[in-house]
């Protein structure tokens, strides 16, 4: 990966004080990181921090800013590339099937969906992004899973074990888990590998 590295400064005018509190307000369009001559601003890394720390029911303080700031980075960097590879294939997602990983999102996070959906109007971020967001990594599972999935398997003894150690799962539950594990391996993969082949510019 060609990496021309520079310090990231960016000013975010964020406050002392809790993401609930107030709302805020950058509008600075730089450009902050370049993917492929994929544009990464300022404003799109302020937007991601902002719904991550929303929908991760953090505040956002001095202290924070600076790991919620890479790890939007490194996120909107990710998603670039992911984006890039889906537009290699036909992967589309169906509004009932947005829907149900939705409800699924919801049951995983701390807040529901009214709450989420009060706290980026206040925050000035449009809920599109967050659907986006949300149906750029379904439509990649589903790329990982239909490239790899005819490759996973399972055995008794990995099963067996899954269950000792969680008695409350059923053998199908524990066998999902299982494959799961090995799809996100081979999306680990993918990911380093277009990541070591990509040029990312820091501005």
């Not at 404003?43 to 600076?66: C, E, F, L, P, W």
Request: aromatic share 10%; hydrophobic share 40%; glycine share 2%.
């Amino acid at each position: 990966m060609l990496y021309i590295f520079k310090l990231i400064f960016l000013t975010f005018l964020l406050q002392c004080q809790p993401l609930y509190s107030f709302a805020l307000s950058v509008n600075d369009h730089r450009i902050a990181v370049l993917v492929n001559d994929q544009l990464i601003t300022s404003y799109d890394i302020v937007q991601r921090m902002k719904m991550n720390a929303i929908i991760s029911g953090i505040d956002v303080t001095v202290q924070n800013n600076n790991q919620l700031t890479n790890s939007a980075i490194e996120e909107l960097i990710r998603e670039k590339l992911k984006y890039e590879k889906l537009n290699e294939y036909d992967i589309s997602v169906s509004n009932d099937e947005y829907l149900m990983h939705e409800s699924i999102f919801y049951k995983n996070v701390p807040l529901n969906k009214k709450q989420v959906m009060e706290l980026f109007e206040i925050n000035k971020i449009n809920y599109n992004e967050f659907r986006n967001y949300l149906i750029y990594e379904i439509s990649w599972q589903k790329l990982v899973s239909g490239k790899y999935y005819r490759l996973t398997s399972t055995s008794e003894i990995e099963i067996e074990e899954l269950i000792s150690k969680n008695p409350g799962i059923t053998r199908e539950s524990a066998q999902d888990i299982i494959i799961q594990k090995q799809l996100d391996l081979k999306s680990s993969k993918m990911i380093r590998d277009m990541l070591n082949e990509a040029t990312i510019e820091y501005k």
